[in-house]
C-alpha cells in the first residue's frame, strides 16, 4: 500500500493532486481503470505466447549430401547467420583445443630436438651455438606439457558428458538447436519493431550427419522426424572419385543419392531444397582449358565448356530426377551456392529460411 504522506518520491509522484475537482477525479479513475485494463490484457497475452512457445514444434532441417560436399559449411552459415551468439559461443569453445594442438605440437619438437644429442651439443671451442639455446628453450618450454596434461584431462571429461548428452542418437555426428531470436526486427521509423516469422523464438534443430557411404544408412530415421531436406550437390565435383571408391565418380554418386531422396516414400511429405554447392571451384576449374565436362559426364556432349551452359546443364539434370522421382508435385526450391562465401550464402539463407518457416508453419496447420 502506497503511503502517499511519505517521503517517498515515487508514492509522491503516483499521487493523486491534492486540489483535485471531482470532474478531474472521475476522468483520472478513469484513465486509471483504462491503464489497469491494458496492463492485465498485456500479461495474459504475455503468458499465452509463453504457452504458445512451450507448446511449439521445432523447425528440423536434415542437412544430407555425400562427404565434403559442404554440409556442415552450411550449417556453420545458418549459426552465422541466424543464431550468432550461439556461433561465437561454439567458435569461442574451440579455442582451448586449438591451444592444445599448439601445445602438443610444441612439446611434439621439443621432444624430437631433446632426443637429438646433435642438436643439443655444446661446442667449448666456440660461441654458444644454436644448440645452447635450444637447451634454454627448452627448459623453458618445461611446463607446457604440464599444461598439454591438463587440457587433455579437460577433454576427455567433456567429451564424456557432451556423448551423454547426446543420448539415444550417436549416430548425430553434431546437432545444432538454434535457439534463434527468431522475431526480425525491421526499423520502422526509427522505431525497433518486432515482427514475428513464424512466431517468436521459433527452435530450429539442424541435423548434420556425415557423408560417407558407409553412414548413410544412418539418415533414414530422421527421414521421419524432418520438415525439410537441405541436400548439398557439389557440383565442380565432376571430374573427381569418391574416397571410398576410385571407380564412383562424385558427380554420379550424388545423382544416386538425389534420386534415392526424391524417389523415397518416407519423404514425400518433406520440402526438399537443393544447394548445387561449390560453384566459385566449378568456375575454376572451367577457366582450365584441359578439364572438359563431356570426359565425364558422357552426355553433355558437345555443349560450350562454360559456366553458365554447365551449370545450367547440371540444374536440368537434378530437376529432371526430381520430376521424375516426386510423387506429389512439390515444388523443388534450388539454389546456386558456394557456401565459403558466408555474405552470399547469407543472402540465399533468408529465402530458404523463409520457404522452411512457411511449410512449418502450414503443417503446423498454423497457417
Ligand atoms: N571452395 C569451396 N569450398 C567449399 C564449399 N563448400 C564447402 N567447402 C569446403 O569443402 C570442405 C568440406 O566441407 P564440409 O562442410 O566439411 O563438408 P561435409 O559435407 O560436412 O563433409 P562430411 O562431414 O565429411 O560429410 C571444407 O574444407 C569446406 O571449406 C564451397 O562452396 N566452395
Ligand atoms: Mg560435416
Not at 500500500?1 to 478531474?24: G, I, R, Y
Not at 550468432?84 to 559461443?89: P, S
Not at 599448439?102 to 611434439?108: E, F
Not at 570426359?295 to 530426377?321: C, M, Q, W
Request: charged share 25%; aromatic share 8%.
Amino acid at each position: 500500500m502506497l503511503n502517499f504522506n511519505s517521503t517517498d518520491t515515487f508514492a509522491q509522484n503516483v499521487a493523486p493532486p491534492l486540489l483535485e475537482t471531482p470532474d478531474v477525479r472521475k476522468a483520472r479513475i478513469a484513465q486509471e481503470a483504462v491503464a489497469l485494463e491494458t496492463s492485465k490484457r498485456i500479461d495474459a497475452e504475455l503468458k499465452a505466447r509463453r504457452i504458445a512457445l512451450q507448446k511449439k514444434p521445432p523447425v528440423k532441417v536434415l542437412v544430407l549430401g555425400q562427404s565434403e560436399s559442404g554440409k556442415t559449411t552450411t550449417i556453420k552459415n545458418f549459426q552465422m547467420t541466424y543464431a550468432r551468439q550461439a556461433w561465437a559461443q561454439e567458435r569461442n569453445s574451440w579455442r582451448p583445443i586449438i591451444y592444445l594442438n599448439i601445445v602438443r605440437s610444441v612439446n611434439c619438437i621439443t621432444t624430437i630436438l631433446g632426443s637429438e644429442p646433435d642438436a643439443l651439443r655444446e661446442d667449448s671451442h666456440h660461441p654458444p651455438t644454436l644448440s645452447s639455446h635450444l637447451q634454454v628453450l627448452l627448459l623453458r618450454l618445461g611446463p607446457i606439457r604440464r599444461i598439454q596434461e591438463i587440457l587433455e584431462r579437460l577433454f576427455s571429461s567433456a567429451t564424456i558428458s557432451a556423448t551423454s548428452q547426446l543420448g539415444s542418437r550417436p549416430q548425430t555426428r553434431t546437432s545444432y538447436a538454434l535457439a534463434c531470436a527468431h522475431s526480425v526486427y525491421r526499423n520502422t521509423d526509427f522505431h525497433w519493431t518486432p515482427l514475428e516469422a513464424g512466431g517468436p523464438q521459433t527452435e530450429w534443430v539442424m541435423y548434420d550427419v556425415a557423408g560417407c557411404r558407409t553412414q548413410r544408412a544412418a539418415w533414414i530415421p530422421y527421414f521421419t522426424d524432418v520438415t525439410t531436406i537441405l541436400f548439398l550437390a557439389p557440383i565442380s565435383a565432376f571430374d573427381e572419385w569418391i574416397h571410398e571408391g576410385r571407380r564412383v565418380n562424385r558427380l554420379q554418386d550424388t545423382y544416386m543419392l538425389w534420386q534415392m531422396l526424391c524417389e523415397s516414400r518416407l519423404l514425400t511429405h518433406v520440402q526438399i531444397i537443393l544447394f548445387m554447392n561449390k560453384c566459385d571451384l566449378l568456375a575454376k576449374k572451367l577457366k582450365d582449358k584441359r578439364i572438359k565436362v563431356r570426359d565425364y559426364v558422357l552426355d553433355f556432349g558437345s555443349r560450350p565448356n562454360d559456366f553458365k551452359t554447365v551449370t545450367e546443364f547440371f540444374h536440368k539434370a537434378f530437376k529432371d530426377i526430381f520430376k521424375k522421382g516426386d510423387k506429389r508435385e512439390r515444388r523443388l526450391y534450388s539454389h546456386f551456392t558456394s557456401v565459403v562465401d558466408t555474405k552470399a550464402t547469407a543472402l540465399t539463407l533468408f529465402g530458404v529460411h523463409d520457404a522452411i518457416l512457411k511449410r512449418h508453419i502450414s503443417k503446423a496447420g498454423l497457417l
